[in-house]
């Protein structure tokens, strides 16, 4: 991925939080964003999984797109006035809460590099000493205990973001909501081009857009719309499971276009998929 195209990404995500006034989420950012070696992480994350296996992008710019949808996710949940886990059990603010989505959506897929095979668990070992680094700097004035619950919140969020996991906190939920949001062409690019032709590649390729707005009936609203049907299995597989096994499920309404004709998908639709008009 070009530099300037992950630099552009990371600039629209410090803009988004500089507007909507979340300081120590933006401090956290900026130390990611800045650090070489994470950098480097991400690289080496996508020789693994792009080159070596031929899967759809897992690095840098997968990573950033994460987060970006994470933060419009939770600022729609904001609004309607669900309060994350760590606001309603009185750990921290939504900043803090934020703050542990964030950090957890920048990490949550480097355990690839160990094997893809259980890589939310190798994730969580991995990134745990950075995460906490990052952590007792930003919140040095902070009490142990706010700064431990806090990193074990983007733990638990970087272990449950796999669909197979059931999610027990909002924070968890939104990572893996938005996780599943990056679903569109531009993340199979890569493996198609290097010959990797298989249903995860073209249903990718398949998604033309996908837009996260104010919902109509729920406070939160996924707007896909598709190339050619092959980017059902897009839906039905990665973000319909992810979903169902959030706590988002009933919060969040899916409207599908084929080329900008209303669809709606089969039987077989998992149960956190409901279609609306």
């Not at 999984?49 to 950033?64: E, P, S, T």
């Not at 921290?92 to 897929?109: K, N």
């Not at 033309?208 to 919902?215: D, F, R, T």
């Not at 009933?250 to 998929?273: A, Q, Y």
């Amino acid at each position: 991925m070009p530099f300037d195209v992950i630099r552009a990404k990371e600039q629209e995500i410090i803009a988004m939080l500089e507007e909507l006034g979340y300081e120590k989420s933006l401090k956290i950012v900026k130390k990611l964003f800045e650090n070489d070696v994470f950098k480097t992480v991400h690289r080496i994350v996508n020789t693994f999984v792009v080159r070596y296996l031929g899967y759809n992008d897992h690095g840098r710019m997968h990573a950033l797109i994460v987060m970006q949808r994470s933060i419009e996710i939770f600022h729609l949940l904001r609004e309607a006035g669900i309060e994350p886990n760590i606001v309603k059990y009185k750990i921290g603010d939504r900043d803090d809460s934020l703050a542990t989505i964030l950090l957890a959506a920048f990490f949550h897929d480097v355990g690839n590099v160990v094997h893809r095979d259980q890589h939310r668990l190798h994730s969580v070992y991995l990134a745990k000493d950075r995460i906490k680094e990052i952590i007792d700097d930003v919140y040095k004035d902070e009490p142990e205990g706010k700064r431990l619950a806090l990193l074990f919140h983007v733990l638990n969020a970087i272990y449950a973001h796999d669909e197979s996991v059931q999610a027990f906190t909002i924070e968890a939920s939104i990572l893996k909501v938005a996780d599943g949001c990056d679903i569109t062409e531009g993340r199979s690019r890569k493996p198609y081009s290097l010959g990797k032709i298989d249903i995860h590649s073209l249903s990718a390729l398949a998604v033309k857009s996908l837009k996260i707005v104010k919902g109509k009936s729920k406070p939160v609203r996924i707007e896909i719309d598709l190339e050619n049907p092959a980017g059902v299995f897009q839906i039905e597989e990665i973000l319909g499971k992810k979903l169902d096994s959030s706590l988002l499920k009933d919060l969040i309404e899916i409207h599908v276009t084929l080329n900008g004709e209303e669809i709606r998908l089969s039987k077989f639709t998992p149960p956190g998929i409901q279609y609306y008009p």
